[in-house]
């Protein structure tokens, strides 16, 4: 479903009017979070998914023991052979 809209002013932001069809027809609710960008003079909005706390530990538990790592600062024994696990997560 493709809609025509506009922009509206909200206090000091302006706000992206959805109109109720288009909210009912795919469940959008305003309580919902949305990531917006600015791609190729395209404005792409796509539903923002908030990670559980085990999801939001998982990703700082990696981060953590991957800091700093990059092809230029890892063993490059490390970097040969075809992945044995979920590496391509």
């Known amino acids: 479903m493709s809609v025509i ?3 509206k002013k909200s206090g ?3 706000a992206l009017h959805m109109p109720k069809d288009f ?5 959008l609710t305003p309580s919902l979070r949305f990531r917006m960008d600015f791609i190729d003079g395209k404005i792409v909005v ?3 998914h908030m990670p559980s706390d085990e999801e939001a530990e998982h990703n700082r538990l990696f981060d953590e023991l ?6 230029d600062t890892v063993d ?7 992945p044995r696990g979920e590496e391509l997560l």
């Open 5 to 7: 809209t506009h922009l």
């Open 12 to 14: 000091n932001s302006l």
């Open 23 to 27: 909210t009912a027809a795919h469940n």
């Open 46 to 48: 796509e539903p923002f």
């Open 66 to 71: 991957t800091f700093g790592m990059s092809p």
């Open 76 to 82: 490059a024994s490390l970097l040969k052979g075809k």
